[in-house]
């Protein structure tokens, strides 16, 4: 019910929203719970396991029970908090984990199944008839399984991500975070501040404290028109910070547009950031942790802090009799201001004997809530003192087990908070994250007074380490009461008392877990999924673990907790992948080329993610055979046009860039000729080969890298980790600049004529050696020339700047033409390369080693290299490894393909027959028939042996004879000719 003169929503204002199918009434300013609270209604969701009925427990983002879908068709959300959904005019909400209807769910039946489902159930039962598990139990479990679910349609909703940089990231806008971030931008620090709320002011706004004699959330207000107006300062409302990662990086989740009703369709529905500061504060406030006794769970049944930010803060009142039970003085605040608003208080019910009143109010001491009654809702307790039991009735239990410091994002980097006696709760260790320093109630500090010049404090602090001086920043007065608890964590007693609200974890079933050993923390957790829910168990895990430090016999330190993992809350993958839908998600990269390609009917195929083309058809031409047949004859007789612009190019420059080539490829490249190009092979750090390719020397300090299509990437990320990890001392830079430039291959016996016949200085094999390189020009515009091939003919390739690309390609093909030759595509270089023996990944796909593909001279004995040590293990050099080779076919069936493996001939085609596998397979116009390359057990040694060729899902079955892997040219002559 609504209480008049309470909260700070706007009652001039009238929003509906539906519930169910149900229309309701709320306020601007509303969230889910408090409008459907103040509308009388307490059943709000059906527990994971048992389907029992459950109500709001708490008031923030670690709400456990009322998760709720929110949203029609395509874009429907599944487990919104109701704690934090805004309502909206026509906003459309139903609950979830309820069949056929929320009031009436049949699934509540597994309630009455309880003791057959108790922790870790499913690792005893379902184990018999063996063929039920995956005709009937696991069906069944699949489809119960599970909270709300997604439309199963494509959401057309926008996501958007975004970056920031700051001095200071203050994380948090309560009391300690207000005044941490007041102080650094008065300072003149740059600064962002977030909150996860709506509203900023954190419990200011849910408490009746005055601050300099203002009321809380009216100081607050102050500070943040302070902050607004300045330009140093970014306010990030509905922004949670979900996560810490290395040098300064955090993420946070902005709900951009999920409380407005009819969004622009400009606006995202979120914004995932990536905020990096140079400093950070965490003033994250604690959340208020239940006491478990039996039957604690029902509907009406909430966290005094919680009851108190529904009256305060959305004026409302979650019940007509409200009964608080604690364990500490702060949950008394309750009964005061529920009494103050006129609220009718049953009794405090205080589990400390010498608990004193705070108010006019009747308090019950040495009192523990053993049980509840009430179906879908509580209409009575039963509370037990030294006197006995009693029963009382009341629709509303506010409880209170104390206050636990948001230490999770003090955990994401590995780091363990520390057993703090005196408020019975862990609080940061010092140092977890770098950089970050913990403020205010986050640090275990519980009074407004004390987080307040926790907050300044944490402030001057790190104004210190920025080397900024700090502003005179005076802290106002403000309630400053010492915060007093006797632990008590579950009422002992039958019955089944909740400790994960959201996964139907009881304190018996922690205790099965330690009675079946499951001693440490950890796997306490995995047995009986305490803590794994989507709320990561942030109401329950320290209750938790000091059941199971009693079960053990430990202390709670001793016990220690669970590891702490980013997100904090959960994020959606649209979020974290915006942008990243369709085309965003897959996008086609487009050689300059591409336009032309098209033109002259190339069909495109995928390489990674560039588009190449297949082949060139010409008229009469019936099948892609005849098109590529011809285009490798271009190549083998006059000369050929081909696209190479995918091929990586890294450009390295620095004094130090031969040692960086030295240390990445595993043969010398300091002792390379400027004006020379080098062949070479990198390797991974487990030994195996990663790419090969090209670098050439422009400069006495400058190279050009090339790597495979594949590879581009991953050879950028492996070099920028040997220049920051292994040697961050060395003066050199790296840049891609695969887009920045055009490069096309003219290989044939008259790719010397064709390349004259551009460039301004003409060229011969003395003045340009096969594996030369250097600047020229090409109809004015300065390029870069390189003699290099991979079709095993006299070749070269020509770069110009990307601008250029479109209308050099269409000049080379021309030209091609009238010298009998034209464009050729990934049919025809494949076949090229298969015929010389070249290795693309088919290759070297991750599991082949130098020694595999015959390079193992390559590694050089006159330095070291990444990967060298461990190439040389055991069993990487011996001589029975599958080691590459070439394929020819003898038998009737002439076709080979990649993907087939190899038996000795005459054997049965089953795995411990396995002699090896084709990698790449072609048909050769030169040779008439199909060849092939791929890797046999001591395959070196088996050149001129006969082996079975099966490929059993092309119904291939032939036999064919091993050989060298190289087919063209293997003296080389052509390519030096």
């Not at 609270?37 to 029992?52: E, P, Q, T, W």
């Not at 740059?190 to 100081?219: N, P, Y």
């Not at 450009?651 to 031969?658: H, L, R, S, T, Y």
């Not at 390559?858 to 011996?878: F, P, Y």
Request: glycine letters at 10%; proline letters at 4%.
């Amino acid at each position: 019910m609504r209480v008049a003169g309470k909260g700070h929503i706007d009652r001039n204002s009238t929003v509906h929203f539906r519930f169910d199918g149900v229309e309701y009434q709320g306020h601007d300013g509303d969230t889910v719970a408090s409008a459907l609270l103040a509308n009388g209604v307490r059943l709000m969701g059906r527990s994971f396991k048992y389907h029992r009925p459950r109500g709001v427990l708490t008031a923030g983002s670690e709400e456990p029970n009322a998760l709720m879908t929110v949203g029609l068709g395509a874009g429907r959300e599944p487990n919104v908090r109701a704690t934090v959904q805004e309502i909206y005019e026509g906003l459309e909400v139903r609950s979830q984990n309820a069949f056929p209807a929320l009031n009436f769910d049949l699934l509540a039946v597994n309630d009455l199944a309880a003791p057959f489902l108790s922790a870790g159930f499913y690792y005893k039962t379902f184990m018999w008839p063996r063929a039920f598990w995956e005709k009937l139990y696991e069906p069944a479990i699949r489809r119960a399984a599970g909270l709300g679910a997604l439309s199963g349609q494509a959401d057309q909703d926008r996501y958007e991500k975004a970056y920031a940089f700051c001095d200071l990231l203050v994380i948090g806008a309560g009391p300690a975070g207000l005044m941490a971030a007041l102080v650094a931008a008065r300072s003149g620090a740059d600064v962002i501040l977030a909150d996860e709320d709506a509203q900023m002011g954190g419990r200011l706004l849910a408490e009746t404290d005055t601050v300099d004699g203002l009321a809380g959330a009216d100081w607050a207000a102050d500070v943040l028109a302070e902050l607004a107006g300045m330009d140093n300062v970014r306010l990030m409302t509905r922004t949670t910070v979900t996560g810490a990662y290395d040098q300064g990086t955090f993420g946070a989740l902005e709900r951009v547009s999920h409380h407005v009703a009819r969004p622009d369709g400009r606006l995202p529905r979120e914004t995932f950031w990536r905020i990096v500061a140079q400093r950070s504060i965490l003033a994250a406030g604690a959340l208020e942790r239940p006491i478990a006794f039996q039957n604690n769970d029902r509907p009406g049944i909430m966290t005094a802090g919680a009851v108190r930010a529904y009256l305060n803060r959305w004026g409302v009142a979650p019940g007509k009799a409200v009964t608080v039970f604690a364990n500490n003085d702060a949950a008394h605040r309750t009964a005061l201001d529920l009494i103050d608003a006129g609220v009718h208080v049953t009794a405090v019910l205080d589990s400390r004997t010498d608990a004193q009143a705070q108010g006019d109010y009747r308090l019950i001491r040495g009192a523990q809530v053993c049980n509840s009654s009430g179906r879908k809702g509580l209409d009575a307790i039963t509370y037990r003192t030294t006197s006995g039991q009693e029963k009382l009735a009341t629709d509303c239990l506010a409880m209170s087990g104390g206050w636990n410091p948001t230490v999770h994002m003090t955990c994401h980097m590995n780091g363990r908070p520390t057993w703090d006696e005196s408020i019975a709760s862990f609080v940061p260790t010092a140092g977890a994250i770098p950089g970050m320093t913990v403020a205010g109630a986050a640090l275990g500090v519980f009074s407004v007074q004390g987080c307040l010049a926790s907050g300044a404090d944490a402030a001057r602090t790190v104004l210190k380490e920025l080397g900024r001086s700090v502003a005179d920043v005076e802290v106002p007065v403000a309630d400053d009461a010492a915060y007093a608890i006797a632990p008590l964590w579950a009422v002992a007693g039958k019955g089944r008392a909740w400790l994960d609200f959201q996964n139907d974890v009881t304190v018996k079933d922690v205790k099965q877990a330690a009675t079946e050993n499951f001693r440490s923390v950890e796997h306490m957790k995995r047995y009986t999924t305490q803590g794994m829910a989507t709320d990561q168990g942030k109401n329950s895990n320290v209750a938790a673990l000091a059941v199971l430090a009693d079960a053990t016999g430990r202390g709670i330190p001793e016990t220690g907790t669970t590891t702490f993992r980013p997100p904090y809350t959960p994020v959606p993958l649209a979020a974290l992948g915006a942008g990243s839908r369709g085309k965003g998600f897959a996008p086609e990269r487009h050689t300059t080329s591409h336009a032309a390609s098209v033109a002259m009917g190339a069909p495109m195929i995928e390489a990674g993610l560039w588009y190449r083309p297949s082949y060139f058809p010409r008229k009469g031409e019936s099948n892609w055979r005849q098109s590529c047949d011809r285009e490798v004859g271009f190549v083998r007789n006059t000369v050929g046009v081909c696209d190479v612009s995918t091929l990586g190019k890294i450009d390295i420059q620095g004094p130090d860039a031969a040692k960086l080539l030295d240390f990445a490829y595993t043969n010398m490249f300091s002792t390379l000729k400027v004006g020379r190009v080098r062949y070479g092979l990198m390797l991974r750090e487990d030994g195996f080969v990663m790419d090969d390719g090209t670098t050439a020397r422009l400069g006495e300090t400058h190279y050009v890298m090339t790597t495979t299509t594949a590879a581009a990437g991953l050879v950028m990320r492996h070099l920028e980790f040997i220049t920051q990890v292994h040697h961050p001392e060395w003066d050199v830079r790296i840049m891609s600049v695969t887009e920045q430039w055009a490069q096309f291959a003219i290989a044939g016996p008259k790719s010397r004529d064709l390349v004259n016949g551009l460039i301004e200085t003409p060229i011969d094999n003395e003045s340009w050696p096969f594996m030369a390189c250097g600047p020229v020009r090409v109809a004015g515009i300065d390029a870069r020339l390189f003699r290099i091939s991979f079709s095993g003919e006299h070749a070269y390739e020509l770069a110009v700047p990307a601008r250029y690309g479109d209308a050099l390609f269409r000049v080379l093909v021309k030209r091609a033409e009238a010298l009998a030759g034209g464009a050729y595509g990934m049919e025809a270089l494949t076949v090229l390369r298969v015929e010389k023996g070249h290795i693309t990944h088919s290759e070297i796909h991750g599991r082949t080693t130098a020694f595999d593909v015959g390079m193992e001279r390559m590694i050089s004995a006159n330095k070291d290299c990444i990967g060298k040590t461990m190439a040389a293990r055991d069993g990487l050099l011996e001589d029975d490894r599958e080691q590459m080779v070439g394929f020819k076919p003898t038998g009737a069936i002439k076709k080979l393909t990649a993907g087939a493996h190899l038996y000795t001939e005459g054997a049965d085609a089953v795995p411990d027959n396995d002699q090896g596998y084709v990698t790449s397979a072609a048909f050769s116009p030169d040779f008439g028939h199909y060849i092939a390359l791929g890797f046999v057990r001591g395959g070196a040694a088996r050149h001129g042996d006969r082996l079975r060729l099966v490929d059993a899902m092309r119904g291939i079955d032939t036999v064919v004879e091993v050989c060298p892997p190289v087919f063209v040219d293997p003296e080389g002559g052509r390519v030096r000719g």
